[in-house]
């Protein structure tokens, strides 16, 4: 039988197969070029957002956005502005291109008042083009139900991104969670999914972190796992099991300047086998990746005021970074006219369901201003107007003029409610919309209405003082929205002092009235009417559980009578809600009054200054009133002077400490001088 194998001679003359010979050429071209092995570096792009908070229009005022025209306004954001950037991004390259978000792409505007009926945000997440989102702790302010309510309607009206949670705990014995729970037995919701790239396996999950689940209060029962454990216990299934090339964490946890607080670094650091972190929660404005180990972290600011454009590399299980752009979304560019109208319809939809028995229009006009309205780390002009039209309502609706006592004294505010400045834009017109996204949160336990109610409590002197520590003592400590807005007083601290026993003076009135100084010993015996949104009259009433008892606050009725008792038990929404303020009392049950509309009704309150039959906000609101003011000292008398039982003590502890260190130094020089 012939032979098929070619043979060429040798120059030695011995016939080798030409197989061998081609065979021998390709192993050592191999071995020259690794690369052909290997093949080339594979590119992958990951566009990303995070905390959208329903803010499907640009930022501020919405009477200045328009999205269909470039160079017009200075308004930032706007989904359909983001809209455009997802797609000229993707135009742009080649390579497979990856959409995610980091969570919180509900709550922030009137969008979300409809989104249990409508789904409106995740419908549009899925026209945009997203691959994959997870949920952050705004998802959950609905409840349970309501995210479940949420979920279905987006999914049975135009469809969802996948959507990846890892964290969730439901409970087995309560009910209120099981309609959630569902949604995640369909795999609406998965704990991970996995994605085929150019033959690179991409294993994604979503979780959530410890300072976002502390700020879930209507999540329960739902509780949430530990986020190190639950994320090493992914990366091992993806890796091991799911034999994935890259590992993505969405995670819903974020970063801060202090290190020990940076949840994603940390977790970067405690597991590996994460490749990236896209990062959200503190609405951090990162310009660059952090790079943690090999691990990648970034995070797109908020509110879809920018959008991160991550090119990376991927090349012999080493990934590296190409290129990073964070994007600004402003009126350069040009809104997707599909997206816009889809707005446009939800816009009128808002108006028929919810503003319109309240006999508002989504872009009304309510009043005017002159000036920028801005939250700060400080007393702030927003957080007055805001805190003022708690008071303002409260003593409007419920205050008995021949019974004093009823007059509510104090209103209170923390930064973390309010969501949204105030600003002047082109003409300083102020509509519904833009007043709504200030205080857009809340929902009612009592009958699942949107938005916080206004309850009210009496308490004596001395808590109020405590109330006031948590700006001195516990704001340091866990961020900026725990720093508190104040109306009805003004007081200073001076924060070198005892911890919890900062302030060192409080006086109540008004600018108006003028101040009165408060006696804020436990020897006052004065009841004083306190009001709040239902969010922050929860916290107060239970921060004694975070210190230790030391700023035990206890709500009163009108008789003194305690509402809760010292360790109260249950919900502590529900254990409130008999607090909360009626606006009709002629009618059965409470009608209650919604922070949003409270807002609004002050604002439409302000004189007309100027004919043009517009409210104007008051000058008084043009700047810093003097309600909160820092007095740092070392002085000891101002360091004791009128100290609680806290300053005591740790002075007679530091008197303790010296005199010891005192006697040890005599006795140790009394020996040294000991003739041998």
């Given amino acids: 039988m012939k032979s098929n194998v070619y043979v060429i001679a040798s120059p030695k003359g011995v016939a080798i197969p030409f197989f061998w010979r081609l065979l021998y050429a390709i192993i050592i071209l191999l071995l020259l070029c690794p690369s052909l092995l290997y093949g080339k570096e594979k590119l992958l792009t990951i566009i990303h957002t995070n905390d959208m908070h329903s803010h499907l229009l640009g930022l501020s005022p919405n009477l200045d956005y328009s999205p269909l025209k470039t160079g017009d306004d200075a308004t930032l954001g706007g989904w359909a502005r983001v809209a455009t950037v997802i797609k000229s991004e993707k135009a742009k390259r080649t390579n497979p291109t990856l959409i995610l978000d980091g969570g919180d792409f509900l709550m922030g505007s009137l969008f979300h008042m409809i989104a249990r009926e409508e789904g409106a945000e995740l419908q549009l997440m899925k026209e945009m083009g997203y691959d994959v989102i997870t949920l952050g702790n705004h998802e959950f302010d609905l409840m349970p139900k309501g995210l479940a309510q949420i979920i279905t309607s987006a999914q049975q009206k135009g469809g969802i991104p996948e959507i990846v949670f890892s964290s969730a705990i439901f409970n087995q014995e309560n009910p209120e969670d099981d309609a959630l729970e569902e949604i995640f037995k369909k795999g609406w919701v998965k704990p991970y999914t996995i994605k085929e790239i150019q033959g690179i396996r991409v294993g994604f999950f979503g979780i959530m972190g410890k300072d976002a689940a502390e700020v879930s209060p209507f999540a329960r029962p739902v509780k949430f796992k530990n986020p190190i454990e639950i994320s090493r216990e992914m990366v091992k299934i993806l890796r091991e099991k799911e034999k994935v090339d890259l590992v993505v964490c969405l995670s819903h946890s974020g970063l801060s300047e202090k290190k020990s607080r940076s949840e994603d670094e940390l977790l970067a650091k405690e597991v590996p086998g994460i490749d990236i972190i896209v990062s959200g929660h503190t609405h951090t404005k990162l310009t660059q990746p952090i790079r943690v180990n090999e691990t990648f972290i970034v995070q797109a600011?908020?509110?879809?005021k920018n959008v991160g454009i991550l090119d990376l590399a991927y090349d012999q299980d080493r990934l590296s970074l190409k290129q990073y752009v964070l994007v600004e979304v402003d009126n350069r560019i040009p809104g997707d006219e599909k997206v816009q109208r889809r707005i446009?319809?939800?816009?009128?939809?808002?108006e028929q369901k919810i503003l319109k028995e309240h006999g508002l229009t989504f872009h009304q006009v309510m009043g005017k201003t002159g000036f920028d309205l801005t939250l700060t780390t400080d007393e702030s002009n927003l957080g007055n107007l805001v805190a003022d039209s708690i008071r303002w309502a409260m003593n409007r609706i419920d205050y008995d003029p021949n019974d004093p006592v009823t007059r509510v004294v104090v209103a209170i505010e923390s930064n973390g409610a309010i969501r949204a400045d105030l600003l002047k834009g082109k003409t300083g017109a102020l509509a519904v919309c833009d007043l709504f996204r200030v205080v857009p949160l809340g929902i009612s336990r009592a009958d699942d209405s949107m938005g916080y109610p206004i309850i009210s409590c009496y308490l004596h002197a001395h808590e109020i003082k405590k109330i006031l520590e948590v700006v001195t003592s516990i704001y340091p400590r866990k961020g900026n929205k725990f720093f508190l807005q104040v109306s009805g007083l003004r007081f200073k601290y001076n924060p070198n002092r005892m911890i919890f026993d900062r302030v060192t003076d409080i006086a109540m009135g008004s600018e108006e009235e003028g101040f009165r100084p408060l006696d804020y010993s436990e020897s006052n015996k004065a009841l004083y009417r306190v009001a709040a949104n239902l969010y922050n009259a929860t916290f107060i009433s239970f921060v004694g559980r975070f210190t230790y008892g030391i700023l035990n606050i206890v709500p009163k009725d009108r008789q003194g009578n305690p509402v809760l008792s010292e360790k109260p038990k249950g919900n502590p929404f529900d254990l409130l809600l008999p607090l909360r303020a009626d606006m009709d009392k002629k009618k059965p049950g409470i009608q209650e009054m919604k922070q949003w509309v409270v807002l609004m009704d002050y604002v439409r309150s302000f004189p007309d200054k100027d004919g043009d039959g517009i409210p104007d906000i008051p000058d008084k609101y043009r700047g810093k009133l003097g309600r909160i003011?820092?007095?740092?000292?070392?002085?000891?008398?101002?360091?004791?002077?009128?100290?609680?039982?806290?300053?005591?003590?740790?002075?007679?502890?530091?008197?303790?400490?010296l005199l010891i260190i005192g006697l040890g130094i005599y006795f140790l020089q009394k020996k040294i001088r000991k003739p041998a």
């Fill in 301 to 304: 600011y908020a509110y879809g």
């Fill in 344 to 350: 446009e319809s939800s816009i009128g939809l808002t």
């Fill in 629 to 657: 003011v820092k007095e740092p000292s070392w002085n000891p008398v101002h360091l004791l002077s009128r100290g609680t039982y806290i300053t005591w003590i740790a002075l007679g502890a530091i008197l303790v400490i």
